[in-house]
């Protein structure tokens, strides 16, 4: 059955190159040699799972993995769950990364796009995700496509799809399109055109006119250090900051050309540590006075900081969600603004948004859900250096434009003699000191997760960090386990694009005397606590 299996996707295929790769795999598992039939039932364990996140996956021959095959015939479920919603022959835009194969990727979704009659665009070349989240609201296009794996190991690719609103998909979509490439024919029965058209330059043009109107503040001296970790943001993020006013702008010039192989990090994730060394150190070189990490499609933004004593760091996700939403709040013209975060996120910008008078929505994780939190979205922002400053035109986060307006605020405190820091401080005085934490269980076997959470569903703990606490299921609605007590939040929960099981902390306090005590109290409490859980979802034995 195996054998039959591959020969057929083999037959299948449109790709001389995935064939012979696959080829290989058979003849050795047919020879005997060893591994050769685990590696082959690997690839044919397929197909690689549609989700909201769409596709990601290693670049390699077979159903599961990123092949031009899997692209076509996912390309074509798409087409068909379109056409059956009443879209047929609208625009659909599609754009890439510069991993491997995405250039491959791109031009053969666009080409069945085309040959299903649809308007099909292409973006000119390699730019950011949020681009192409821009382009589907500002082309009126029905669907928008980008060929990315993000901040995903070097190996992997994927395919990310935003609906007619500019927003990744939500159920039931996936399932509904999960559905239409069951049903699709082998990819070397999917017709394809060359009759697409590939977008002009008046596209990113209009984006960067977007960011450049951002800032709210005068303050423009402003040093930046910057890198795009061997991705496709560093020369929009130039041009950006240009349009904004911030020219003062050094790269990190080992990272600002597009590499697939990401050779400088081990891990192309801006939370990842190590990873934005040479950015610190070149901030600290030039006497930046703010330093900006994107990931490799730009949609995330990282934000580094020097400390009171000269040494720079990294903001946490939550410290920059808690800068910002502050900033936009307190410098907002809507009668009735909203901002939102995820259920995994800090909840210090609730306290923001009551005392500044504004609603606050808490969502489930990941921007398809932030972005439809509810009507006057002014900001969202996820842990996970996810940040939507302008819901407008991008629907989606956007490291660019969070860029932009974090480059604004800096600028502005810096006119007035203060510093992010500071405000930092301002923030837990008014609202509690706020601490979180994250790590992960990475498994390779997938069954470990549901071991895990089964685990703790039956004996859901009593106590932690001294404090007791209760344990919310949060199934259906998501597969997670929310754990408080008095000062204490956890979150546990499998991730939903990598092999792991996730956990997120979160310890409070309210300032009585002293804000460094109390952060050392409360950083003690933490820690505390990161290590019962630790133990909590290590893997069974």
């Given amino acids: 059955m195996l054998r039959e299996s591959a020969f057929r996707w083999i037959a299948d295929d449109v790709d001389a190159g995935s064939r012979k790769e696959l080829q290989a795999i058979l003849a050795d ?13 690997d690839r044919m364990n397929g197909p690689l799972e549609f989700g909201t996140a769409g596709l990601r996956g290693p670049v390699r021959a077979g159903p599961n993995g990123m092949n031009t095959a899997v692209v076509v015939r996912t390309t074509a479920g798409v087409a068909e769950w379109l056409g059956r919603h009443g879209k047929a022959g609208g625009v659909v835009v599609v754009g890439r990364d510069a991993r491997h194969g995405s250039e491959d990727f ?9 040959a299903a009659g649809f308007d099909a665009r292409l973006l000119p070349g390699p730019l950011p995700t949020p681009v192409l989240a821009f382009a589907v609201k500002h082309l009126g296009a029905v669907a928008g496509i980008q060929v990315t794996a993000s901040h995903n190991p070097p190996a ?3 395919y990310k799809l935003y609906d007619d609103s500019g927003r990744q998909i939500v159920p039931p979509s996936d399932g509904e399109i999960e ?10 029965s999917v017709p394809r055109s060359k009759g697409f058209r590939v977008v002009g330059d008046e596209l990113l043009d209009a984006y960067l006119a977007r960011a450049g109107q951002l800032p709210r503040g005068s303050g423009r001296e402003l040093r930046v250090a910057a890198t795009a970790l061997h991705g496709v943001g560093a020369e929009v993020l130039v041009a950006a900051l240009g349009r904004a006013g911030f020219t003062d702008v050094h790269l990190v010039p080992e990272q600002s050309t597009p590499d697939p192989d990401f050779p400088t990090v081990s891990f192309p994730n801006p939370e990842e540590p190590g990873a934005t060394d040479l950015l610190l150190a070149l901030a600290s070189r030039v006497q930046a006075d703010i330093a900006i990490a994107l990931d490799p499609d730009a949609d995330r933004c990282a934000v580094g900081v020097p400390g009171r004593d000269g040494t720079w760091r990294m903001f946490r996700g939550d410290e920059t969600g808690a800068l910002l939403g502050e900033y936009l709040l307190s410098t907002t013209d809507s009668v009735d603004p909203l901002v939102a975060t995820t259920i995994v996120s800090s909840s210090m910008l609730g306290s923001i948004a009551a005392a500044r008078g504004a609603r606050y929505a808490e969502t489930l994780t990941g921007f398809k859900w932030l972005t439809r939190a509810g009507d006057g979205l002014l900001f969202a922002y996820e842990e996970a250096l996810g940040l939507c400053v302008d819901p407008e035109s991008v629907r989606d986060k956007d490291g660019i434009s969070a860029a932009v307006v974090v480059c604004d605020f800096v600028a502005t405190l810096k006119e007035a003699g203060r510093s992010a820091l500071e405000v930092l401080d301002e923030l837990s005085l008014r609202h509690g000191v706020h601490l979180t934490d994250q790590f992960s269980l990475r498994v390779t076997d997938l069954s470990v997760r549901a071991k895990v959470m089964s685990a703790l569903r039956a004996a859901p703990p009593r106590r932690l960090a001294g404090v007791e606490v209760s344990t919310e299921d949060l199934l259906p609605e998501t597969d997670a386990l929310r754990i408080t007590g008095e000062g204490v939040r956890v979150v546990i929960r499998p991730s939903g694009t990598e092999p792991k099981l996730k956990s997120y902390l979160q310890v409070t306090a309210t300032v009585a005397d002293s804000l460094e005590r109390t952060r050392a109290s409360a950083s003690e409490r933490l820690s505390s606590l990161r290590a019962e859980i630790e133990e909590l979802t290590s893997a069974p034995a």
């Fill in 29 to 41: 598992a047919m020879g005997g040699r060893p591994g050769a039939v685990a590696e082959l039932v």
């Fill in 106 to 114: 791109a031009h053969a979704a666009t080409e069945v796009l085309a």
């Fill in 156 to 158: 992997d690719n994927g």
């Fill in 179 to 188: 559905s239409a490439i069951a049903a699709a024919p082998g990819a070397v």
